[in-house]
């Protein structure tokens, strides 16, 4: 009887220092965890939805235009756009203006994808792929191109306007 009370002592000391020694490992475990943890995300909730869906009809009404319509299409361009990316895209249709009429030039421009990656109250950044298609007198086959882009957009009066845009 003693001898079983002594073993069982020693089973219990034991099963004791296995727990605590597992305890010991779910505890380090778990501060390594909280340590590497990925940093919170630079897209807020709030916010995706609308950035997402500026940047894609933005870069539409920026990119599309056609010989007839240049007028309207650079009022398009003032309603989506801010900044330097506004001036300098009525500046290039402007100054195209002539050859584009003589050409019967259209540019037509639709999204194939698109992802937000980054996204806050004031400023956004858009990833795009694009897909244009290019008619007009100096070649009888439409062009289709692929772009992939960068889109940055501005909150201005409540409203998201492109700011910027770089080919990737």
């Known amino acids: ?5 002594v073993v069982a002592g020693r089973i219990r000391a034991e099963g004791v220092l296995v727990v605590a020694n597992l305890l010991w490992v779910l505890l380090a475990v778990g501060g390594w965890l909280w340590l590497t943890r990925p940093e919170p995300s630079a897209v807020t909730t709030a916010d995706y939805v609308d950035v997402l869906q500026a940047a894609r009809s933005g870069v539409v009404d920026l990119t599309s235009f056609d010989h007839l319509t240049i007028d309207d299409d650079i009022a398009q361009i003032r309603r989506v756009a801010t900044g330097d990316l506004l001036d300098e895209s009525v500046a290039e249709l402007e100054a195209q203006r002539a050859r584009f009429t003589e050409v019967q030039a259209v540019v037509s421009t639709e999204v194939v994808g698109a992802a937000v990656t980054r996204a806050d109250d004031a ?5 795009l792929v694009i897909q244009a298609t290019q008619r007009s007198t100096a070649d009888e086959r ?6 992939r882009i960068q889109v940055e957009l501005q909150k201005v009066d409540d409203r998201w306007l492109l700011s910027g845009i770089a080919g990737l």
């Open 123 to 127: 400023t956004g950044t858009v990833l």
């Open 142 to 147: 439409p062009q289709v191109v692929k772009y």
């Open 1 to 5: 009887v003693a001898l079983a009370l």
